[in-house]
């Protein structure tokens, strides 16, 4: 209890006497000092202000200093997108992807050091992909994929691109004729 209200609480024992239970009246004993020395009450008091102030600052920055993102999640400062784009044989037509037999392009994206970063699968049709991906250098690895999950391409190298923190790096690798395979033909690796 803060030593102002332990005085004046201390003031109203002393002058009220208390009821016990069955209706008996009790004196509490007086209490004449405060229990504490006003070094200590300056100290409880430096350090309340020190909490409320830290309170304060914590409820300005929660206001002030959060971003907004739908979805309720910030971004990673330190992330960018890459939008991986593909073509075969020079364009986008989505007959191609029947005429080769391809559903899906499967992208796998290495890290700096040659892990997999990141797998993503997208339709043939869409011919692009985008990730969100730690802003750092990036290579890759691109193949169709047909129906029945069997590759139905050459799997062709993305070269390396780099991601810059906010920013998008566009990345397009294209597929010649003789990479892809038709779909009565099987795929040699």
Known sequence: MPPDRLVVREAQLARKPRRARHGKEVALPRVDAPTHSAAEGTMRKGTIASLLGVAALVAVCSSACTNHVQGGVAPDPGSGTVTQTWTIEGTSAPAKCTEFGASQMRVVFFDSVFTIYSTALAPCTDFELSRDVRAQSYT??????????????????????????????????????????????PVQQ
Not at 144 to 154: K, L, M, Q, T, W
């Open 140 to 185: 890759g690895r691109a193949t169709f994929i047909g129906p029945n999950g069997a590759d139905v391409s050459e799997t062709l190298p993305i070269g390396n691109f780099i991601v810059a923190p906010g920013g998008t790096t566009v990345s397009t690798v294209d597929f010649p004729a003789a990479s892809l395979v038709p779909p009565s033909a």
